[in-house]
């Protein structure tokens, strides 16, 4: 095996960092070098990312497998482990950070959006606690691949910029590839980053994180008269907002400790995270879920349980009155599910291509998802399908065929039908309207498992560049790749999904 010494530095140009997380007191991170690995080399590179990052194309075509292996660390970069706390399944954990991730430093992108820039799995950090700080190449492809997937469906996510094999081997349950995964966050402040001060009774470093997360993402809140309850109040819509949109495509995060709930409202960390085929709203497929907190289902109800604990350690800054202060998060807390309804009763309108309100739209649209769940139907497949009866009846039998038990479907499609017949506009013109927020491609959970077992097994990288291919398009007919639309054989279903430590 040929070790690949450090570079101190790579090409100037290539990261116009413009690091600010990096100036915070010293208490906020531990400052550390990623750890060089034997033999890298580039799995794939974001060029469109990249781009919009304002990164040099040409050096990290050059370089690449160099810098975002960690051999090489960019000039201008500030490497460090953030500390967070966090919530494990209910469980508080004092101390956790980056264990396995060290944050190169920002960019401001082309857009003048400041953007973090994070390797994961380049070696131990002071939090790393008796980790090896490494990760097996199968966790890094299914970041890559769910997190593009996310940003093409449209909902908030932390993106892939590059995905690299180390040379070296992990070990686990067995002996596994290495691999090192870069990350993009619009930043990676979570819950736990303010429970780890909290936990301290430092309220200093409390309110010093507050005014920097409002100073980058919520620059509005500083001039209200409240301006950490103002605070408060944008990140609970943005989560409540976020649910919604995972609930829209059948998405389960399967981790939504405190600690993976960012600040920003972008989804973060795609360890046992998995779409739904047949719809089931109590469906877990994490490993680690052995109770099911983390259900389909269960999700909404989570993110108003961990902003409840993010709540808990800026009460201090809300009003100098405690039981005002308490008083004044519970306004906001109690606001979570008419924000979380309303996003997602929205976004169920548009998916059976409902443009107004009714006060029976909610009832409509619960009475399909029992049909589907008594039908046991594929979630996706099911509203792809319903926009082209929207279009067409005769499309009706293609729909119930998904349906195991069509009786219900049968039921509510003349009950939908009715409510249509009440709203203006073209069926050609309202199946197109719903075919754009209907995907008809999702990362399926077999289809990601066979890139993975391709890759660590074969060396063949063909599998997840057709599945990266075909989802950055998921709203778009694509006929070359029609068998991806398709659920899993009983053979090829996948019921368990693992964690990447």
Not at 25 to 40: I, K, L, S, Y
Not at 177 to 197: L, N
Not at 261 to 283: L, Q, V
Request: hydrophobic content about 45%.
């Amino acid at each position: 095996m040929n070790y690949v010494p450090p570079s101190p530095s790579a090409d100037t140009d290539a990261f116009p960092f413009d690091n600010s997380f990096a100036q915070l007191p010293q208490q906020f991170f531990a400052r550390v070098d990623p750890t060089p690995v034997a033999e890298p080399w580039l799995i794939k590179l974001n060029r469109p990312l990249a781009e919009e990052l304002g990164l040099d194309i040409g050096t990290l075509e050059r370089d690449g497998a160099q810098i975002f292996s960690g051999n090489s660390v960019p000039a201008g970069a500030a490497p460090l482990a953030m500390a967070y706390a966090g919530h494990q399944f209910g469980t508080f954990v004092p101390q956790l950070g980056d264990g396995r991730a060290i944050l190169l430093g920002e960019v401001i992108d082309r857009n003048g959006r400041r953007r973090d820039i994070q390797l994961k799995g380049p070696g131990q950090t002071p939090f790393s606690r008796r980790g090896d700080g490494r990760a097996a190449l199968g966790p890094v492809l299914r970041e890559y691949i769910v997190s593009e997937a996310m940003h093409a469906l449209g909902i908030p996510a932390t993106r892939a910029l590059a995905a690299v094999v180390t040379g070296q081997p992990v070990y686990r349950e067995q002996i596994l590839p290495g691999a090192v995964f870069t990350r993009v966050a619009a930043s990676h402040i979570r819950v736990g980053t303010f429970q780890f001060f909290a936990a301290r009774g430092d309220m200093a470093s409390v309110q010093a994180l507050a005014d920097y997360a409002i100073d980058r993402h919520y620059p509005d809140a500083k001039n209200d008269e409240r301006p950490y309850l103002a605070f408060f109040k944008a990140v609970v819509a943005r989560q409540a907002a976020l649910i919604a949109r995972w609930l829209h495509v059948g998405f389960i995060h399967g981790v939504m400790n405190t600690d993976n709930m960012t600040i920003s409202g972008e989804t973060i960390d795609f360890g046992p995270c998995a779409f739904m085929d047949a719809y089931d709203p109590k469906k877990v497929f994490s490993s680690i879920d052995q109770f099911g907190r983390y259900a389909y289902a269960s999700q909404p109800a989570i993110g108003q349980w961990n902003l409840t604990r993010l709540a808990e350690t800026l009460v201090p800054l809300f009003d100098p009155v405690a039981a005002t202060a308490v008083d004044l998060a519970n306004d906001v807390l109690g606001e979570y599910g008419a924000i979380f309804q309303r996003h997602w009763l929205d976004g169920m309108r548009r998916k059976i291509g409902i443009v107004g309100e009714e006060e029976g739209d909610l009832d409509l649209v619960q009475a399909l998802l029992t049909a589907m769940h008594q039908g046991e139907a594929d979630f996706t497949l099911t509203f792809r399908k319903l926009c082209d009866s929207a279009a067409d009846p005769a499309a009706d039998a293609t729909l119930a065929s998904l349906f195991a038990d069509p009786a219900g479907l049968t039921t509510w499609l003349s009950d939908w039908r009715k409510r249509l017949a009440r709203e203006s506009g073209a069926s050609d013109e309202r199946a197109s309207a719903m075919r754009a927020v209907n995907p008809a491609f999702i990362p399926r959970n077999h289809r990601i498992e066979q890139a993975i077992v391709a890759a660590t097994e074969e060396a063949d990288f063909s599998l997840f560049e057709a599945l990266v291919d075909v989802t950055s398009r998921p709203y778009e007919d694509q006929p070359r790749f029609a068998a991806y639309a398709d659920p899993p054989q009983p053979e090829e279903e996948v019921q368990q999904t693992f964690c990447g430590t």
